[in-house]
């Protein structure tokens, strides 16, 4: 069983940075891949970034790729998203998964999801 935690959200105005966390407890942490979706009111979750078990892979979605950075400390068995150059429409609940192995995903199938932290963009 692995628990996630996320914390970092909270409003920015549009052009603004965040950074969310998300601490890892319960398992060894790099034993997995870990992964960032987010949620808007009325619409289907979607994937963000994902990175793999080492760090030395990642993957992001289009629309906040060159914005958005993920990263992560093994030794702190945490693992970050850096947003900058926000936008209105980056509005959402935002959540991190674990998937066991050591690859990274892009789709659904992570075994665990953290509660979510909201951001707001205002424009």
């Known amino acids: 069983q692995v628990q996630l935690v996320e914390s970092g959200g909270g409003l920015v105005q549009a052009g603004g940075s965040l950074r969310l966390s998300c601490a890892a407890s319960?398992?060894?942490?790099?034993?997995?891949?870990m992964g960032w979706f987010r949620q808007a009111p009325g619409k289907e979750r979607e994937f963000v970034a994902a990175?793999?078990?080492?760090?030395?892979?990642?993957y992001y979605a289009d629309s906040v790729k060159g914005r958005f950075t993920i990263s992560r400390d093994n030794a702190k068995d945490t693992v970050y998203l850096q947003m900058n150059s926000l936008k209105s429409e980056d509005t959402a609940v935002y959540y991190c998964?674990?998937?066991?192995?050591?690859?990274?995903?892009?789709?659904?199938?992570?075994?665990?999801w953290g509660q979510g932290t909201q951001v707001t963009v205002s424009s």
């Open positions: 319960g398992r060894t942490f790099s034993m997995y891949a």
């Open positions: 998964a674990a998937k066991r192995g050591p690859d990274l995903s892009t789709t659904y199938d992570y075994n665990y």
């Open positions: 990175i793999n078990w080492s760090g030395g892979s990642t």
